[in-house]
């Protein structure tokens, strides 16, 4: 057994352009062995280009990538490092047993094939051939070839793009397994209610650069808004948003949701203004307002990165490969 390194994950001034594109614009990062991080931020924000840096897939024009105490390729040569990407197909023509099998076969200390088919649940898929599979049944056989290098680094990039419900609560209930047996895990993806729900900690980045780093509920608290609903039939708009504290309204049928930033103030209008209001809840900033807000309410594409920031996915100048944003 490899000894497992204190080190973590080190991003050290990292930038990277691409003709007059600045992609990634100085980024400071330390992830402790063990933690799960979450990779967020809107199309352009330079995520695609981070992760590609930090597997040695791009060489960053400054900075540092320390991955264990070693640069980024040794790590992925010393089978530290296990990548789910989006880019490229599966193996045609073999089963799925014997792909991982091949798989761990390339790694010096790699889990035994048939754990890593149970951990990711695809005992079922083992005797099945590559290409008769589905687009979630292939995701999670990308996980499985991830997981048998028997990595201290797994990087999943948009994991459950192609699940359905039931196929993303079944990865993250294995990848929980996973990060509890002490793996660091770094995860992009466009859904924002995962990486709530199961990363220890975000990363936003827009522009380039790191916006905020922290626990999710610091992320939420940073934004200081706070929800609003109620039901108020034929509520006029106009006059909700003019209350004080109140920074948007809308109407939802016979309800409205304001979005304040002084809540206190805005139901005290609210109930002074509209005495008919009735079914009132209050609630905090979820991770969606906190995402635009940090972001300048640049909008969560469904594919990859694009400029400004990274280069559109899979269109990289000559030599450069690209993993498929995390946003």
């Not at 880019?87 to 754990?115: C, D, K």
């Not at 522009?207 to 006029?236: F, N, Q, S, W, Y």
Request: charged share 20%; net charge negative; aromatic share 4%.
């Amino acid at each position: 057994m490899r000894p497992t390194s204190t080190a973590g994950v080190e991003l050290t001034g990292l930038r990277k352009s691409f003709g007059t594109i600045q992609a990634v614009r100085g980024i400071d990062l330390r992830i402790a062995p063990g933690e799960t991080v979450a990779l967020l931020g809107p199309n352009g924000a330079g995520k695609s280009t981070t992760i590609d840096m930090m597997l040695g897939l791009l060489l960053p024009d400054a900075g540092s990538v320390s991955l264990f105490g070693r640069p980024a390729a040794a790590a992925v040569a010393a089978g530290q490092v296990g990548a789910m990407l989006q880019t490229g197909n599966l193996l045609r023509f073999l089963t799925v047993r014997e792909l991982v099998s091949m798989m761990a076969s390339l790694y010096p200390n790699p889990l035994p094939v048939a754990e890593a088919i149970e951990i990711t649940g695809i005992s079922e898929l083992a005797g099945q051939r590559t290409d008769k599979l589905s687009g979630g049944q292939s995701q999670r056989v990308r996980a499985a070839l991830a997981l048998v290098a028997n990595p201290e680094l797994l990087v999943l990039d948009e994991p459950t793009v192609a699940m359905d419900v039931e196929g993303r609560h079944q990865f993250w209930t294995f990848m929980r397994r996973v990060a509890a047996s002490g793996k660091t895990v770094v995860f992009a993806t466009h859904y924002l209610e995962e990486a709530d729900s199961y990363a220890d900690r975000i990363v936003l980045m827009a522009r380039g650069r790191i916006v905020a780093d922290g626990p999710t509920t610091e992320i939420k608290a940073t934004v200081g808004l706070r929800t609003i609903r109620a039901t108020l039939p034929g509520a006029d708009l106009a006059t909700l948003r003019s209350l004080p504290g109140v920074r948007a309204a809308e109407s939802r049928g016979e309800a409205v949701v304001l979005t304040c930033q002084d809540s206190d103030s805005a139901i005290r209008a609210l109930l002074s203004g509209f005495p008919a209001v009735r079914d009132i809840e209050i609630s905090g900033a979820g991770l969606e307002q906190a995402f635009l807000a940090l972001t300048g309410d640049e909008p969560v594409g469904p594919d990859g990165d694009q400029p400004d920031g990274d280069q559109p996915d899979g269109d990289q100048p000559d030599g450069d490969l690209t993993l498929e944003a995390l946003r």
